[in-house]
């Protein structure tokens, strides 16, 4: 079974840091697109990164390009999401996601802010940005 736990949320002062981590089990990363996905309060999923293992091919929302960073180790069962310079803005319930790399072959596809477009979705874990 395709499992995803988010850990690492809590409250910090805008320009803080945190750094979120998604431990995986029942697949293989190569296999997989992984992403972080946000939902401010009453708002929509945003789409925020993205990673494909197999090359490391990595994209960012414009929102967060040059302050958050993700990855994965070197075992590739853990994703990161290293979150610097956080702003007020940066608020939500942050979600991982995973979805096989065959669903999107030969489109340009490397994320989306839709449930439906991923195939295993963690709990989420909360942010909080605030003085």
């Known amino acids: 079974e395709v499992q995803l736990v988010e850990s690492g949320g809590g409250s910090v002062q805008p320009g803080g840091s945190l750094r979120l981590s998604c431990a995986a089990s029942?697949?293989?990363?190569?296999?997989?697109?992984l992403s972080w996905v946000r939902q401010a309060p009453e708002k929509g999923l945003e789409w925020v990164s993205s990673?494909?293992?197999?090359?490391?091919?990595?994209h960012y929302a414009d929102s967060v390009k040059g302050r958050f960073t993700i990855s994965t180790d070197d075992a590739k069962i853990t994703l990161f999401l290293q979150m610097d310079n956080l702003k007020p803005e940066d608020t939500a319930v942050y979600y991982c996601a995973a979805v096989h790399l065959g669903r999107y072959l030969g489109t340009s596809w490397y994320g989306g802010s839709t449930k439906d477009e991923y195939d295993t979705w963690g709990q989420g874990t909360q942010v909080t940005v605030s003085s």
């Open positions: 029942g697949f293989t990363f190569d296999d997989y697109v």
């Open positions: 990673i494909y293992s197999y090359h490391g091919d990595i």
